[in-house]
């Protein structure tokens, strides 16, 4: 088993960044790769992106490729999603969760394990 846990969204304008944090404790492990996906009202839960925890190499999805920053603190067990440049559109829950390493970390259905969520609003 392996617990999520996200922090760091808030109430922001337009322009302005947010850094989420998500905590992994349990049965972690370097097999796996984790990733943020987000989820706004009415849609479906969408890839934001990626990182390769033994690699460290990193996947965005377009839409926040530039703006976004994803990253791990291998010794805190800790992965960081920078959000600069936010806007409206970013407004979402945003989750994130634990796919085994040969899985496509794109595909949200194939994660092991997620996160709570924590709501991040972008307002104009």
């Known amino acids: 088993q392996v617990q999520l846990v996200e922090s760091g969204g808030g109430l922001v304008q337009a322009g302005d960044s947010l850094r989420l944090s998500c905590a992994a404790s349990?049965?972690?492990?370097?097999?796996?790769?984790m990733g943020w996906f987000r989820q706004a009202p009415g849609k479906e839960r969408e890839f934001v992106a990626a990182?390769?925890?033994?690699?460290?190499?990193?996947y965005y999805a377009d839409s926040v490729k530039g703006r976004f920053t994803i990253s791990r603190d291998n010794a805190k067990n800790t992965v960081y999603l920078q959000m600069n440049s936010l806007r409206p559109e970013d407004t979402a829950i945003y989750y994130c969760?634990?796919?085994?390493?040969?899985?496509?970390?794109?595909?949200?259905?194939?994660?092991?394990?997620w996160g709570q969520g924590t709501q991040v609003t972008v307002s104009s």
């Open positions: 969760g634990v796919v085994p390493t040969t899985r496509d970390f794109r595909n949200l259905y194939l994660y092991d394990y």
């Open positions: 349990g049965r972690t492990s370097r097999n796996y790769d």
């Open positions: 990182i390769r925890w033994s690699s460290g190499r990193t």
